[in-house]
């Protein structure tokens, strides 16, 4: 069963026990997919108990309490309802007009577990409650200092509130939990921890390109620390790093051939990294000069301001509300002193009529390579778009960048602030109210941010 149909399935079930009925055949099918679910089993040993049930009741009572002996379930079901009400919470994390209550409700109750205190933190996050967040985050820490779930929401709450230096220990959990579900050779060294300063380290990614492009700001200061690189990068990414002079090993290496290793998402926490000494904000990738001048020669002989762009159509329902796509570019069009430059790629029939109409340039038909994205971004005076790769390239070449963000985002972009601390010429518009991407194109206006 896909989960998001356990979820839905769970909590109609548990909507109808809340009302006295007892759905003993939809908690048997959920048990089937999560058998290890004691809350499961505690309602499922409810609803047989008012049934008459009382064999079965017992037998699943008894499985409830030893494989969750932290949870107050006492044998009369006398705090059912309260055990409804925390089933609820570890599911609750979608926008719902009761959420509030509920999550309160569940955190007030005696039967708190680790989900209520992550869901309940996740909630105040999207809401962008950092306050609240982080009590809920700390409060559950404190119960459940172990729980991945905790540990979670505390390293997002941190980082949000760019409390960055508390947050690198908490994230290095996520860190290490990708590199258990690896298989990878480098496995059997040991993680690299400055002990040697002249060591040979595998340093490799184990995130997504996205992950790895942003977290490459340090592999020069590891250089620097004369720590001997061998860098294992993407292989969509070797063009782009290989124009930055980055050392990169095509061929895996023997096991003989380096010490230690670690992952790119590790270093912030190698190097301790608060917000004052981020390193290399800007320009640690740089386009090919090759590259470059045959984009500006072919595409930018032009006296009007250049504006490069891209959006997203390939994401989830969800996810489109949030991010820009060709039609909210349509108001800026209109400007007929600005060229603008389209680096998607793999367009529609009707996003090429678009651009014909609005005499657009199509750059990303023209793309073979990363490297050539860069060459491109590089000519222009300004990048716009939503978080996607080819935006974090533009950030990571120093480019000058306005980036459309929904009110809850990544951590890199904060959750209030129009400047991010992680790169130096980009800047942050919010959307005041989530989705409503009209009025951040209109503020682009209003401020003429494109002829700044």
């Not at 001997?228 to 070797?238: S, T, V, W």
């Not at 949030?322 to 998607?344: A, N, R």
Request: hydrophobic letters at 35%; charged letters at 25%.
């Amino acid at each position: 069963m896909f989960y998001e149909e356990f979820e839905t399935n769970f909590y109609n079930a548990l909507k109808e026990h809340l009302d006295g009925n007892y759905p003993i055949e939809v908690y048997q099918s959920l048990l089937r997919d999560e058998p290890n679910n004691s809350i499961l089993k505690y309602l499922l040993a409810h609803s047989y108990y008012m049934t008459g049930n009382t064999e079965a009741s017992d037998l699943l009572y008894d499985e409830a309490v030893k494989m969750n002996s932290n949870i107050d379930f006492p044998k009369d079901f006398s705090n059912i309802e309260q055990v409804i009400i925390v089933a609820f919470s570890t599911l609750l994390t979608k926008e719902n007009p009761y959420i509030n209550e509920v999550f309160e409700k569940a955190l007030a109750s005696n039967l708190v577990w680790d989900f209520s205190y992550a869901n309940t933190g996740a909630m105040y996050l999207g809401n962008c409650d950092l306050s609240n967040a982080y009590k809920v985050a700390m409060q559950g820490f404190e119960k459940f200092p172990a729980s991945p779930y905790i540990r979670k929401l505390v390293y997002l709450t941190l980082l949000k509130s760019r409390n960055i230096a508390g947050a690198w220990g908490f994230y290095e959990d996520k860190v290490r939990e990708l590199d258990e579900k690896s298989d990878k050779f480098y496995m059997q060294k040991p993680i690299y921890d400055f002990s040697d300063r002249k060591a040979r380290v595998y340093v490799y990614s184990n995130g997504s390109l996205s992950d790895t492009l942003f977290f490459s700001r340090y592999i020069k200061p590891l250089e620097e620390e004369g720590v001997n690189i061998l860098l294992d990068m993407p292989e969509e990414l070797y063009p782009l790093f290989k124009m930055s002079n980055y050392k990169m090993n095509v061929l895996k290496p023997d096991l003989d051939e380096f010490d230690y290793r670690i992952s790119m998402m590790s270093l912030p926490y190698l190097f301790k990294t608060s917000l004052e000494n981020i390193p290399q904000k800007d320009g640690y990738i740089k386009p090919d000069e090759t590259k470059y001048m045959y984009y500006n020669q072919t595409y930018f002989l032009t006296e009007k301001k250049k504006v490069g762009f891209t959006w997203n159509n390939d994401y989830n329902k969800e996810e489109l509300k949030t991010t820009m796509i060709l039609e909210d570019f349509v108001p800026l069009f209109e400007d007929t002193d600005i060229q603008f430059y389209s680096l998607k790629q793999d367009l529609t029939q009707e996003e090429k009529d678009i651009l014909f109409q609005y005499n657009i340039v199509d750059l990303g038909s023209t793309f073979k390579d990363y490297a050539d994205c860069a060459a491109a971004i590089a000519n222009t005076d300004i990048f716009i778009g939503s978080p996607s790769l080819m935006l974090d390239i533009s950030a990571a070449l120093g480019h000058k960048t306005i980036v459309n963000v929904p009110p809850s985002t990544d951590w890199q972009w904060g959750i209030w602030e129009e400047q991010t601390p992680w790169y130096s010429n980009v800047r942050v518009l919010r959307q005041k109210q989530a989705g409503n991407i009209g009025e951040v194109v209109e503020r682009i206006k209003e401020l003429n941010l494109l002829k700044i």
